[in-house]
Every structure is written in C-alpha cells, then in structure tokens.
C-alpha cells in the first residue's frame, strides 16, 4: 500500500530543512515528510560553506537576496540563541589593496547604504590598528557578520520539524517522480512508492534533474565549481579579529579568496572558484562520467566558461600552485607563507547557469501544479535559510489557495 503525504520535501540541506520544519510548524495537522538521500542532514553545501552569517553587503538592493539575508541575520541569530547553538559577532573588513579596489570599496560602501547595513569605512591607519597583521589602502567594516555552524543549525531545525510531528527519511534517494491531477507519485531507492499532493524540491546540486525528472521544461543547468579552501596552522589562529575579505571584482561572480575564523577557533583561507568535474565531489581528484558529458553537452557551459575564460586560467592556476594561491592572499596578509596553508575539505557551489550562458545570482523557481522547485538558492542561502523557508511556504500555500493553521 503506498503511503501518503501531505507535503514530501526533498532535499536535507538547510534550505529544505527549514521549508520542511516551517511548513509543518503552520500546517500541525497535515503530514509532512523530508526526504534525503545521504545518511546525514546538511552533507554537501550546508556542511562544506564557511559558516559565515552574512550582513547583506553585496546584494543589488531590492533583490530577494537582499530581502532574504537581512532578515535571515537576525532570525539566525535568533534560532541559534534559542537552542544554545554558538555564534560568534567577529564582523568583517573587506579590504581595499589597490586604487581601483578603493574605487569599488566606496560604491560597495554606497551599496551598504542603500541596504541598510550598518558599516565604517576605514583609512590606512585605522585599518591597520584593527588588524595590525592585514595591509591595505582602506577597508569597509561590516559590524554585524558573524559565524556559526550551520550543520549544528540544520540539524536542530531538523529537531523541531520532527518534534512537531514530521517525519523524516535519511538514505531515501528519489529515483522517479510523475504528477498526476491530484498528487505526485514519487519512486524512493528505486522501489518504494509514495504519493504527495504537493511536491517541493529543494535538492541544490541535483536540481536541474529534479525539475527534469518531472518533466518540466528546464532552461538551465547546475554546473559545479569547486572552492578549494585551506586552513592555516595553529600557531595563526590569533592572526586576525575579523572576517578578512579582499574588495570583490563587480564583473566576477565570486568574492575572492579570504580569510574566515571558525565557529571551533581555526582560520582557513579561500575558496578560489575552478570548475568541478563531479557535482558532489570533494577530494583531492574528483571525477563523474556522468555529470561531465551532461556539462560538457549543455550549450551554456560552453558560453559562461568562454566569458569568464581568463579568469577560469588564473583560478585554475591557485588551484594546481599553492605559491599561486599564497600570492592572492599576500595582497592583504602577507605573514602567512607557504607552510602555513594547511589541507582543509573543499565545497562545490550548485551554480544554475542559463542556456545562454548567464550565471543565474537571484534566486530562481521552477513550478508545476503540484510542485515547487528551488532552482537556485544562491549564497548567502544559509544565512537566509529562515525565510527563504518562510517564503517557499508561502507560494504553496498561494498556489494551492489555503492559509496557514499557527504561525510559525
């Protein structure tokens, strides 16, 4: 007899996670079930980012990402307050070291403005008794970017869906899904049936084929990139106060590589951003077959990798040269040396890009009758977690014309 639900959430990363909790916290009485197919909650980007709760420094004002991080910093903080989870308000610099990098400090300053989020531009001087170990022309000093452990977070909000009455499915891999009229039938381990009559993915790098598997049309791909990070010996765990981040380049997705304390006391360096050729892959050499001929097959990997060419080169350089890698960093602390960079696990972002070539950086939705799909749920998605949950929960209750039963 096949088993019905209410809602089936897939995906145990936070993002699903939260939707999942949320959704079952304003909805008491339906059945809602969250399934993963590792044996652990938060094992790819959740448990392989910094931890850094972001202030909303980068984001174009008015996006969902500026809305999203603003309000997730304090809903973070506030969670983690209530479970005793530890956070750490360390701020951040973001640190100019040439006069076109003092040029974008000052419009990223204007932008912060604009966002409403609490900085101080810094000189020479003042930077350097901040932080007497980082040089620089000029820094932003973001007041209100903290850390934590995000798969600590994860699981506690895990805790609650459960306690509210949620199950949830570990080692559950979706191996077919088809929607009907009244529900979605969805295939686990390749046997087990179920029905849902409302489907929400939220599967990060597997998305594209989820949104393929039922069926929609799909006008973009995740490509993983890889950010290979390392961490720097013991003895430099006291080297900086602060999030040390250089003044990122506006044409370039990524922020560069930077120096980001832990929740545990440690400091590591990066990530750089190469392109992956496995989505999940996390060691030193990592390959799939089947996700480079789907990459290699996909029109917008060939124009987004053409765009950015020159600057995939240099990436790839800091990843095969230590020395390479060690330079960029030098630009803003240059006491750390070679030896101190030390093995530290990469992470691989699930980065949608468009079939002709744009890097998607706002959040993007995929939807059938009776389903939801989270596209792409773009840096900071941890920080934002609470109320992308929040809104995901929302269009489904718009979508299928209810209200919530208690908040949440």
Known sequence: MEKTYDYVVIGGGIVGVSTAWQLQARHPSAKVALFEK?????????GHNSGVIHAGVYYPPQSLKAEFCKRGVEATIDFCRQHQIDVENCGKLLVATTEVEVERMHDLYARCQRNGVEVELLDRDALCQREPNIQGLGAIAVKTTSIVDYTQVTRAMAEEFCQAGGELHLNATVSELKETTENVKIEVNGSDTIQARFLIACSGLAADRMTKMMGLETHFQIIPYRGEYYRLAVKHNQLVKHLIYPIPDPELPFLGIHLTRMIDGSITVGPNAVQGFKREGYDRVNFSLKDCVEMLLFPGFWKVTLRYFKTGISELRSSWFKASYLKKVNKYCPKIELEDLEYYPAGVRAQAVLDDGTLVHDFLFAESERSLHVCNAP?????????????????VEAKLEIKPTASK
Request: include cysteine.
């Open 38 to 46: 590792e044996s652990q909650l938060a094992y790819h980007q959740t």
């Open 379 to 395: 840096s900071p998605a941890a920080t934002s977690a609470i109320p992308i949950g929040e809104y995901v929960c929302q269009k």
